[in-house]
């Protein structure tokens, strides 16, 4: 990375993607920041646990497979009773033992991943046609729209991957040693397109 790129904010990258477009790059590529994050499991799901948690997280805790729900916290669904949550500043201390309180009587299982998984955020017109390069899921909008969650790969790395919104941006999680090869194969499969690639 070049000494221009180094120290640039992600919303930087951002500017002018849905401005002009010849003015506009086609593709963002940046590290996203390094925010908390918990997993939380449990043993079982029902509408009494769901009015324990939903009020703890301030959101509704998505229950359909590989969607996600969003408010001061980003709660993205992993399986049928497993959840990865993720916010600025998650205050994880205070919210495990919130969330354990709400679970009383149900065996869960809560743990800070906050240090496992490091994130990158792909976005611009030619996200999609990047992203379609090293993983092989379907992103075609009808198929994975904004909200949407899967796990799925990069090149060969595990990958946990949520569309953001619908600009398109795309956040990739992956384990915080594959970081670089991750960031070496986007940066690859972007490299034909008028690009704004940088750590945050």
């Not at 990375?1 to 992600?10: N, P």
């Not at 963002?28 to 920041?33: G, K």
């Not at 980003?74 to 201390?93: C, Q």
């Not at 990047?130 to 969650?149: E, I, K, M, N, Y």
Request: glycine share 8%; charged share 15%.
């Amino acid at each position: 990375m070049s000494e221009s790129q180094q120290g640039i904010g992600l919303s930087s990258y951002r500017q002018g993607l849905s401005g002009n477009p010849p003015e506009s790059p086609d593709l963002c590529i940046a590290e996203l920041p390094n925010h908390e994050k918990l997993i939380l499991q449990t043993r079982y799901l029902n509408a009494p646990v769901l009015g324990a948690l939903n009020p703890v997280l301030g959101l509704e805790l998505p229950t359909t497979p590989n969607t996600s729900r969003s408010a001061h916290l980003t709660v993205l669904w992993l399986a049928a009773t497993k959840w990865l949550i993720m916010g600025p500043s998650l205050g994880s201390g205070e919210l495990k033992l919130q969330l354990a309180a709400a679970l009383s009587g149900v065996p869960h299982l809560i743990s800070d991943y906050s240090d496992a998984r490091t994130g990158i955020e792909v976005s611009g017109r030619q996200a999609r046609t990047v992203l379609s390069r090293v993983c092989p899921l379907d992103l075609h909008p009808r198929t994975f729209s904004a909200g949407q969650c899967a796990q799925s790969i990069i090149a060969r790395a595990p990958l946990l991957l949520h569309q953001a919104d619908e600009l398109p941006a795309f956040h990739l999680y992956v384990d915080r040693s594959l970081f670089a090869y991750a960031w070496a194969w986007l940066v690859d499969a972007g490299s034909e397109f008028k690009a704004n690639i940088g750590k945050s």
